[in-house]
């Protein structure tokens, strides 16, 4: 039995825990990533969120009404808003894009339209409004009672200048 190839208690306590300065080696631990793999990170964490952001954009924001192609008959069906996935009436978004409702009356070129909510919608028209009722239409092919979809800018005064009336199929 041999104890000089084995150190003793004292020889292991006596002797340093690691090589060098432990100081450096402590703050090398603390910090378990480099700098360039936190800008790294952090550039991806930016893609992500412009990611999300456009993808948000692309199913739920809003088109400029200059630039929105006019909705083919029967565009929304089961009495839901373009481009919002939700049911009832009334006005979309801030700048009142748009409502769903059942045809009260026509009169002239003026629609007047009731909401799921009960109020009344004065919608006005022009010649470059389009109107689809299950195919394409005209203002006299809307019937009071009938489901309809108004595109459009609504005014000041509440009145819908319309852009496309789409009638939806009855149920």
Known sequence: ???????????????????????AEMHRAAKPFSRSTLVLAGLVVLAIAFGGGAWT????????????????????????????????????????????????????TTVYVKTAQGADVKVSTSDSTTVGVTQPGKLSDLKPGSTVVVEGQAGSDGTVTAQAITQEAAR
Not at 1 to 23: C, F, K
């Open 1 to 23: 039995m041999s104890s000089s190839t084995e150190p003793t208690a004292e020889q292991i306590v006596a002797s340093p825990a690691v090589p060098g300065d432990l100081n």
């Open 57 to 108: 954009h692309a199913a739920f924001g809003s088109s400029s009404s200059s630039s929105a192609p006019a909705r083919p008959a029967g565009g929304a069906q089961g009495g839901q808003q373009a481009g919002t996935g939700q049911q009832g009436g009334g006005f979309r978004g801030a700048g009142g894009r748009g409502t769903t409702g059942t045809v009260d009356h026509v009169d002239g």
